[in-house]
């Protein structure tokens, strides 16, 4: 089972920025897509960003396009979501995946394995 580890959540202000990162174990070789995901309380788990691990064809949510930035470190099996301009809209449980496919629109239903999750608060 791949495992994935999370980091970089915390509390913002509007207009700041966050760094989340996401390592997993060496088996995501087997996985063609890494992402991130969001939920909200009372929310449906939402696609963010999703990046193909093997050419680095990117997915955005129109939410964050522009603000958000997803990236990869092939080597680490580790990818990062850059998260500039947070909203408080933007406030959420954000979870890091894998999945074999990357779906247009992004789907959980994909989804192979889940980080625990890391909370990001933006409010002022």
């Known amino acids: 089972q791949v495992q994935l580890a999370e980091s970089g959540g915390g509390s913002v202000l509007p207009g700041g920025s966050l760094r989340l990162s996401c390592t997993a174990s060496?088996?995501?070789?087997?996985?063609?897509?890494m992402g991130w995901f969001r939920q909200a309380p009372g929310m449906e788990r939402e696609g963010v960003a999703a990046i193909y691990t093997s050419g680095d064809k990117i997915l955005y949510a129109d939410s964050v396009k522009g603000r958000f930035t997803i990236s990869q470190d092939k080597t680490k099996n580790t990818i990062f979501l850059q998260m500039n301009s947070l909203q408080p809209e933007d406030t959420a449980m954000y979870y890091c995946a894998v999945s074999s496919y990357c779906p247009t629109p992004l789907s959980a239903r994909v989804v192979t394995y889940w980080g625990q999750g890391t909370q990001v608060t933006v409010s002022s």
């Open positions: 060496e088996d995501t070789y087997r996985q063609k897509c």
